[in-house]
């Protein structure tokens, strides 16, 4: 099983910026995929960005475009979320995801970002 401790997240004004970051621990020998989620009040929850560590690929909602950028790192398991330019619209908890071969989604906690105007 993998756990994920997510951090960052917190408010902030339109047009600044925050970090998030996701470490994984336990099983994670066979994880493939690691990324960003988000649920806003009365929403589903959506993709952000994501990462596959098997490809290299790397993946973003057309909404976060040129303003969020996804890294991680393979070895240590971690992957962070850079926001930049950020918009009211972007208010929402996010979560960390993994998946690992054969299972579905892990889930982090969640962590708030509020985006005021």
């Known amino acids: 099983q993998v756990q994920l401790a997510e951090s960052g997240g917190g408010l902030v004004q339109a047009g600044g910026s925050l970090r998030l970051s996701c470490a994984a621990s336990?099983?994670?020998?066979?994880?493939?995929?690691m990324g960003w989620f988000r649920q806003a009040p009365g929403k589903e929850r959506e993709l952000v960005a994501a990462?596959?560590?098997?490809?290299?690929?790397?993946e973003y909602a057309d909404s976060v475009k040129g303003r969020f950028t996804i890294s991680g790192d393979a070895a240590k398991r971690t992957v962070d979320l850079q926001m930049n330019s950020l918009k009211p619209e972007d208010t929402a908890v996010y979560y960390c995801?993994?998946?690992?071969?054969?299972?579905?989604?892990?889930w982090g906690q969640g962590t708030q970002v509020t985006v005021s105007s």
């Open positions: 336990g099983r994670t020998f066979s994880m493939y995929y």
């Open positions: 990462i596959r560590w098997d490809s290299g690929n790397s």
């Open positions: 995801a993994e998946k690992s071969y054969g299972t579905d989604y892990t």
